[in-house]
């Protein structure tokens, strides 16, 4: 939470609601040995889900002793400019819910408009969600090998879904030039 300057502080660590995560793990797994060699292998499915039920209503500010209430909590990354994605926190959404606030401007006939720096230009609009940092699912795999006294590990793993955020490609696509 963000304080006056006059406090000494630039922000304050608080409670801020009530989150309802639900989800499951599976691992299925095999072992086997031959001899003097042994292998083992596993796979794990996890899967989750988080809803913000509820942010702080009535909060008391301890530096000012004032009850706030919070209708949501942006976050932004360090270093991103006005235009970047954020993440931002409401009553029914996710913990990682992502928003953006421009689009690139575009001419009556839908063409993208673009400054005389080369730039593109941009338009300030609603908040408006257009994805999740979440994946829908994590993989692991997993396998372990030994032979006379001598083990080899090796571990797999993928994460499916969810979104990214680059701010450096951000800049490079602001200024017109990204090579993606």
């Known amino acids: 939470m963000p304080l006056a300057s ?9 409670q801020t609601g009530n989150v309802r995560n639900q989800g499951v793990e599976l691992a299925v797994g095999y072992n086997n040995k031959w001899g003097d060699f042994r292998w083992g292998t596993n ?8 809803k913000i039920i509820e942010l702080a209503h009535g909060m008391i500010n301890p530096i000012t002793g004032v009850a706030e ?10 270093g991103a400019s006005d235009v970047a994605p954020r993440v931002i926190l409401r009553e029914g959404g996710s913990l990682s ?5 421009h689009q ?31 994946p829908k699912c994590n993989l692991g795999w997993s396998n372990n090998f030994a032979w006379k006294g001598i083990d080899l590990g090796v571990v797999f793993t993928a994460r499916i879904g969810g979104m990214a955020y680059s701010a450096t490609q951000g800049i490079l696509d602001y200024y017109g030039v990204s090579e993606a």
Do not use: H, P, Q
């Open 97 to 101: 819910d992502i928003y953006v606030n």
């Open 43 to 50: 796979f794990t499915y996890t899967f989750n889900e988080n």
């Open 6 to 14: 006059s406090t000494g502080y630039e922000n304050y660590a608080a």
């Open 69 to 78: 209430d919070l209708t949501e909590i942006k976050k932004d990354w360090l």
């Open 104 to 134: 690139l401007a575009r001419d009556l006939n839908g063409n993208i408009l673009i400054s005389n720096t080369g730039a593109l230009s941009m338009e300030e609009i609603e908040a408006r969600k257009v994805g999740s940092l979440a």
